[in-house]
Structure formats: C-alpha cells, structure tokens
C-alpha cells in the first residue's frame, strides 16, 4: 500500500514565478491538508481540502490556491513567488469519519527554492 | 489562539542515556495531543498521540503524558539510541467541528552519540 506520495522532490524557481506541487493521498483517504515548513521550523497549516472544497484555511494570502479533483489527489498553486516561499512544502492525507477528522499521514514533502 | 511551545535543541545525549522534551500548548477548547519526528531528508512521522486528560501515548519506548493542568505533554524515553537522531514537533489538534489542522511547536532536534 502506497503512502503519502507527492511530486516533484526538488523545485527551484525565480521571483515571480508560479509553481504547481502535486500530492496523491494514502489508499482509503479522502481529505489532503498541506503545511508550509520553512528551515529550522515546524510546519504551518495552509490549507484542507474535502470533498474537493476548501475546507480550512491557515494564515497564508491568496497567491496560495489550491484545488482537489474526484480521485482526491490534490494541487498547491503558488503564485507571484517570493523569496520568502522558500520551504519544504508537505501534504498530509486521512480520512473523515462522519464527517470528522482521523489521523494525518505526511508525505515526504516538495523542497522549492526560489531564487 | 493555539500555540505549542517546544524547549529549544539540539539536545545531545549518550546512548542509553534519559530523555526529557519539554512541550507546553495553549489551546482554547480540549484538543488532541501528538508527537511527530521527522528523520533527516523524510517527512513526518507520527510518533504518539494522546486524545484527553491524563492519557498516556507510548510508542517505541517514547512516553508521553497529557496533562491538562500543567497544559503540558512532555516526550519522555528511558533509553535513547543513536537511531533515534531526528527532529521531535509536538503539535495539537482541535476537537471541534470538522476543524483537522495540526499546530505545531519549532521542533527539537535531538542527537544520540555512542
């Protein structure tokens, strides 16, 4: 059974640019969140996604979106890139029971540096 | 609003020697409690959690006791290998709603040496 897989591994982009991460959640899980871990900190919440709607949003602007399809896999988009989006970029996936959380199961994350 | 604060690291110990994390949260309701540990180049890991007051989370002979009256959940393990050199978050999740978001601490890193 596949775990938590996203790609790419490694991302090195230029001020400006916009950058698409991918994650494919764990067999059986139907909700993806995604955390933001710059160097030497722990991750910050950006986003949930269920039911292929936003569900919960953390303290991050609008240049982040991000969208899940049917198959629950799921994008970060980021926008207009800022130096200050270098980070290693996670997404975690578990399921809803009754509509309520379970635990998060963490992929091995997107490292993005932008130049 | 919730925050979980982590004692600062690196932590350098011996093998076989005693290991104490401090963590502390602050949290408006009664959330769930939990430990990750992240190897060098992996994500993370769940390591133990704890869902109310005066559970005790163990896993891999890591202990963790939630305490809601010192809004504490200290990581604890007798005996430490070098194999367990990686980075400690703790981190909280509220129990309210659909709301799943984990908050977590800056993370510890501990090193083991022979």
């Known amino acids: 059974d596949a775990g938590v897989t996203q790609s790419p591994t490694h991302l090195i982009k230029t001020r400006g640019q916009q950058v698409t991460l991918r994650c494919s959640p764990k067999s059986g899980h139907d909700t993806v969140s995604w955390y933001q871990q710059a160097l030497g900190q722990g991750p910050q919440f950006i986003f949930q996604y269920y039911e292929e709607e936003e569900r919960q949003r953390g303290n991050f602007p609008d240049r982040f979106s991000g969208h899940q399809f049917p198959n629950y896999s799921s994008e970060l988009n980021v926008n207009a890139l800022l130096l200050g989006d270098s980070a290693l970029y996670l997404c975690?996936?578990?399921?809803?029971?009754?509509?309520?959380?379970?635990?998060?199961?963490f992929g091995p994350g997107t490292r993005l540096t932008v130049l | 609003g919730d925050s979980v604060t982590q004692m600062e690291g690196p932590v350098t110990l011996s093998e076989e020697a005693f290991l104490t994390i401090n963590c502390t949260y602050t949290a408006t309701g009664y959330p769930s409690l939990f430990w990750y540990v992240q190897y060098p180049g992996e994500g993370l890991q769940l390591l133990l959690k704890?869902?109310?007051?005066?559970d005790k989370g163990s896993n891999k002979g890591f202990e963790a006791t939630y305490r809601k009256e010192t809004t504490s959940f200290h990581l604890e393990k007798g005996s430490v290998q070098v194999s367990d050199s990686a980075v400690y978050f703790c981190?909280?999740?509220?129990?309210?709603?659909?709301?799943?978001?984990?908050?977590f601490g800056t993370g510890t890193r501990l090193q083991v040496t022979l």
């Open positions: 981190a909280l999740r509220e129990n309210t709603g659909t709301a799943s978001k984990l908050t």
């Open positions: 704890a869902t109310k007051a005066d």
């Open positions: 975690a996936s578990s399921w809803a029971e009754l509509g309520l959380p379970n635990e998060q199961f």
